[in-house]
């Protein structure tokens, strides 16, 4: 634990995580809510992994969301979403508490909301240069086009870019077709920990998972207590809802650039 208390790189302290969440401790817990607002926003984001990835944790940590100590913005969208995997009800009413149902949209909403973007991307123009800033902040951490991104999920550069209505509908519904390469695993160990990502390697002895920050994890075999596909994707829904109509013509100029 002395690896996270400030002293040592963030290199070092993002490896001291990563190795202190294979642990069930609740000492581990108490010290990273302890180091918790000491932490760099990156190491913020890792600890809330940790801490969510395993239900006791993760009720301690939604404790102090409850008290007011964090706001409820702090935890991700994608966090969220970890938290709905354990299937814990005090940790579901807590969640509902403060970010209301977390759940996939119904084909009314994912229709609603596909026309009212096209409306705003028909109200004007984009930017390409902005639209590029944007791919980099929301899109390139999984997705590559061109030179940029990474390769988590579907290469860009090759998708049928210059239709619209298929990007659209990719975007805001990407549950409708989830090519088996990028199926998303949820993986449950012996001792609770849940971890979900894409299954990129697999032997007799263990899996290995590549999770949305582009970090593998590999797990025993004797170490897994249940392991399935999972028909949500990785990729969220709500990707555009946070941009203006401006950003998101110009995440569409970008996108749609030949």
């Not at 392991?227 to 996108?255: H, I």
Request: proline share 4%.
């Amino acid at each position: 634990m002395k690896l996270v208390n400030g002293s040592e790189t963030p290199a070092i302290q993002l490896a001291a995580l990563n190795l202190l969440s294979r642990f069930s401790d609740e000492q581990i817990t108490k010290r990273l809510l302890v180091q918790y607002a000491k932490m760099d926003a990156r190491l913020r984001s890792q600890t809330r992994d940790v801490l969510l990835g395993r239900a006791d944790s993760a009720f301690a940590f939604l404790q102090e969301i409850e008290r007011g100590t964090y706001p409820p913005d702090e935890v991700s969208a994608g966090q969220l979403r970890q938290v709905a995997f354990h299937n814990d009800e005090r940790l579901n009413a807590m969640v509902r508490k403060h970010w209301g149902n977390i759940r996939a949209g119904t084909p009314e909403e994912k229709l609603a909301e596909i026309r009212r973007i096209s409306n705003d991307l028909r109200a004007g123009s984009g930017n390409v240069a902005h639209g590029k800033l944007l791919f980099e902040q929301q899109c390139a951490t999984c997705h590559k086009l061109f030179d940029d991104g990474k390769e988590i999920g579907p290469d860009l550069t090759k998708a049928n870019r210059q239709d619209q209505s298929y990007l659209l509908v990719s975007i805001v519904d990407p549950n409708t077709q989830i090519r088996k390469e990028y199926l998303n695993y949820v993986l449950v160990t012996v001792n609770g920990r849940v971890l979900n990502g894409l299954l990129v390697e697999e032997s007799p002895a263990s899996v290995t998972l590549l999770n949305a920050k582009n970090e593998r994890t590999t797990v025993g075999r004797e170490d897994i207590e249940e392991l399935k596909a999972s028909p949500v994707s990785l990729m969220p829904e709500d990707l555009l809802k946070k941009l203006t109509p401006q950003q998101v013509r110009d995440l569409f100029q970008y996108l749609q650039q030949k």
